[in-house]
């Protein structure tokens, strides 16, 4: 699978847009990016995914660069419970591995 | 909104103890997945599972493990000698295709080996 880097952590005030970098710069051409989000010890929330065009959601955008090397999530109006770690993944295609690998994610801390 | 379900929430079990942990996929998903996270680790991947065989499955994935999808609703993960490392939360998850359609994930079962 091709392998993501997201930072760490990162802190976003409450009402205010949120945007989260994912880079994949070994992303192949027909590979899917997913985003997904988990809160304590809940089970991954799925949020967006997209292979080439932007793509929006009632939970967020996806804006993924051209040359596809990197994406970033935005959750436009951030709120106390968008905290939680969010994971950027490039899905793996073809054959039988099409499973998700988790990295390690981004742990957003929305402040009040 | 459909949702996969799993149950028990909690379980507890003596070492060397046989598990059987139970999920209810999304009724149209032809994909199943079984993941475990450990305490502060991250989310691992043990199985996919597909036309009832196993597609794919993770080096954790050993002889103590076995999936099984019993009557077409219901999909089991079983570890038959449980061990202390196996302590950690087991998600199930199931897609409706293998590439552009996302998992759904349930809530989980927290595993404890005494």
């Known amino acids: 699978d091709a392998k993501t880097t997201q930072p760490p952590s990162m802190d976003c005030a409450e009402g205010r847009a949120a945007n989260l970098p994912c880079n994949h710069s070994?992303?192949?051409?027909?590979?899917?990016v997913y985003w997904y989000r988990q809160i304590h010890s809940q089970g991954p929330q799925y949020i967006i995914h997209?292979?080439?065009n932007n793509e929006t959601n009632e939970m967020a955008s996806l804006i993924i660069t051209e040359d596809r090397k990197s994406s970033t999530l935005i959750l436009p109006h951030a709120t106390l419970r968008d905290t939680a770690v969010y994971y950027c993944?490039?899905?793996?295609?073809?054959?039988?591995?099409?499973?998700?690998?988790f990295g390690k994610g981004t742990l957003l801390t929305v402040n009040p | 909104e459909p949702e996969v379900t799993q149950t028990p929430s909690h379980q507890v079990t003596q070492m060397g103890q046989e598990v059987i942990l139970r999920c209810v996929p999304i009724?149209?998903?032809?994909?199943f997945y079984w993941y475990r996270q450990i305490l502060g680790q991250k989310v691992e991947f043990l199985v996919s599972?597909?036309?009832?065989?196993?597609?794919?499955k993770s080096e954790i994935f050993d002889d103590q493990f076995s999936v099984e999808r019993p009557d077409g609703s219901n999909f089991t993960l079983k570890i038959r000698s449980t061990k202390l490392e196996d302590s950690a939360m087991y998600f199930c998850?199931?897609?409706?295709?293998?590439?552009?359609?996302?998992?759904?994930f349930g809530n989980g079962t927290r595993l404890t080996v005494t």
């Open positions: 997209g292979l080439k």
């Open positions: 009724s149209n998903h032809l994909y």
């Open positions: 599972f597909y036309n009832n065989e196993i597609s794919e």
């Open positions: 993944i490039v899905r793996a295609s073809g054959g039988s591995n099409y499973k998700l690998t």
């Open positions: 070994t992303i192949s051409g027909n590979e899917y």
């Open positions: 998850a199931s897609s409706r295709d293998r590439q552009n359609s996302p998992l759904h």
